[in-house]
Nanobody
Protein backbone atom coordinates (compact mmCIF):
# COMPACT_ATOMS: atom_id res chain seq x y z
CA UNK A 1 0.00 0.00 0.00
CA UNK A 2 0.91 3.66 -0.36
CA UNK A 3 -0.10 6.50 1.96
CA UNK A 4 -0.02 9.96 0.44
CA UNK A 5 -0.07 13.11 2.58
CA UNK A 6 -0.52 16.56 1.06
CA UNK A 7 0.38 19.87 2.67
CA UNK A 8 0.88 23.50 1.73
CA UNK A 9 -2.62 24.66 0.92
CA UNK A 10 -4.07 27.89 2.21
CA UNK A 11 -5.60 31.25 1.37
CA UNK A 12 -3.81 33.54 -1.10
CA UNK A 13 -4.72 36.61 -3.10
CA UNK A 14 -5.03 36.48 -6.86
CA UNK A 15 -1.61 36.73 -8.46
CA UNK A 16 0.07 35.07 -5.50
CA UNK A 17 1.88 31.76 -5.17
CA UNK A 18 1.66 28.55 -3.17
CA UNK A 19 3.68 25.36 -3.14
CA UNK A 20 1.96 22.08 -2.40
CA UNK A 21 3.80 18.97 -1.22
CA UNK A 22 2.82 15.31 -1.35
CA UNK A 23 4.87 12.83 0.64
CA UNK A 24 4.54 9.09 0.07
CA UNK A 25 5.02 6.27 2.57
CA UNK A 26 6.81 4.21 -0.08
CA UNK A 27 10.03 4.91 -1.91
CA UNK A 28 9.54 6.94 -5.05
CA UNK A 29 11.92 4.56 -6.79
CA UNK A 30 9.04 2.03 -6.75
CA UNK A 31 6.47 4.54 -8.06
CA UNK A 32 6.17 5.60 -11.70
CA UNK A 33 3.71 8.38 -12.49
CA UNK A 34 2.37 10.71 -9.84
CA UNK A 35 -0.39 13.24 -10.39
CA UNK A 36 -2.05 16.29 -8.93
CA UNK A 37 -5.83 16.52 -9.27
CA UNK A 38 -8.22 19.20 -8.03
CA UNK A 39 -11.92 19.39 -7.34
CA UNK A 40 -13.87 22.60 -7.01
CA UNK A 41 -17.38 22.70 -5.48
CA UNK A 42 -19.93 21.49 -8.00
CA UNK A 43 -17.27 20.30 -10.42
CA UNK A 44 -15.75 16.95 -11.29
CA UNK A 45 -12.25 16.12 -10.16
CA UNK A 46 -9.80 17.12 -12.88
CA UNK A 47 -6.19 16.29 -13.64
CA UNK A 48 -3.89 19.27 -13.10
CA UNK A 49 -0.38 17.89 -13.64
CA UNK A 50 1.55 14.64 -13.90
CA UNK A 51 5.17 13.62 -13.58
CA UNK A 52 6.76 10.29 -14.45
CA UNK A 53 9.72 8.60 -12.81
CA UNK A 54 11.77 9.99 -15.69
CA UNK A 55 10.50 13.47 -14.80
CA UNK A 56 8.40 13.81 -17.93
CA UNK A 57 5.62 16.28 -17.13
CA UNK A 58 2.15 17.00 -18.43
CA UNK A 59 -0.20 19.87 -17.55
CA UNK A 60 -3.81 20.83 -18.01
CA UNK A 61 -4.20 23.69 -20.47
CA UNK A 62 -5.67 25.89 -17.73
CA UNK A 63 -2.45 25.79 -15.66
CA UNK A 64 0.27 25.54 -18.32
CA UNK A 65 2.84 28.26 -17.82
CA UNK A 66 1.70 28.96 -14.25
CA UNK A 67 2.13 25.64 -12.40
CA UNK A 68 5.24 23.47 -12.18
CA UNK A 69 5.28 19.87 -10.95
CA UNK A 70 8.46 18.26 -9.64
CA UNK A 71 9.54 15.29 -7.55
CA UNK A 72 12.35 14.48 -5.14
CA UNK A 73 13.00 10.75 -5.23
CA UNK A 74 15.20 10.92 -2.12
CA UNK A 75 12.56 12.67 0.01
CA UNK A 76 9.71 10.67 -1.57
CA UNK A 77 7.94 13.96 -2.15
CA UNK A 78 6.18 15.54 -5.12
CA UNK A 79 5.65 19.29 -5.37
CA UNK A 80 3.30 21.61 -7.20
CA UNK A 81 4.55 25.17 -7.49
CA UNK A 82 1.56 27.37 -8.28
CA UNK A 83 2.23 30.91 -9.49
CA UNK A 84 -0.03 33.66 -10.82
CA UNK A 85 -2.96 32.06 -9.02
CA UNK A 86 -6.47 32.91 -10.11
CA UNK A 87 -9.79 32.65 -8.23
CA UNK A 88 -10.75 29.79 -10.55
CA UNK A 89 -7.83 27.78 -9.13
CA UNK A 90 -9.77 27.52 -5.86
CA UNK A 91 -10.29 23.82 -5.12
CA UNK A 92 -9.23 20.90 -2.99
CA UNK A 93 -5.99 19.55 -4.44
CA UNK A 94 -5.23 15.82 -4.26
CA UNK A 95 -2.16 13.82 -5.09
CA UNK A 96 -2.62 10.46 -6.73
CA UNK A 97 -0.67 7.48 -7.94
CA UNK A 98 -1.22 3.97 -9.18
CA UNK A 99 0.88 1.33 -7.45
CA UNK A 100 0.57 -2.39 -7.92
CA UNK A 101 -2.51 -1.73 -10.12
CA UNK A 102 -4.41 0.08 -7.33
CA UNK A 103 -5.29 3.76 -7.09
CA UNK A 104 -4.08 5.75 -4.09
CA UNK A 105 -5.21 9.24 -3.09
CA UNK A 106 -4.17 11.71 -0.48
CA UNK A 107 -6.68 13.35 1.85
CA UNK A 108 -6.54 16.64 -0.07
CA UNK A 109 -5.47 20.16 0.78
CA UNK A 110 -7.65 23.25 0.31
CA UNK A 111 -6.42 26.08 -1.90
CA UNK A 112 -8.47 29.27 -1.85
CA UNK A 113 -7.62 32.22 -4.10
CA UNK A 114 -9.36 35.49 -3.30
CA UNK A 115 -10.01 38.16 -5.94
Amino acid sequence: QVQLVESGGGLVQAGGSLRLSCTASRSFFTINTMDWYRQAPGHQRELVASITSGRRTNYADSVTGRFTVSRDNVKNTMYLQMDSLKPEDTAVYYCHTVWNRSDYWGQGTQVTVSS
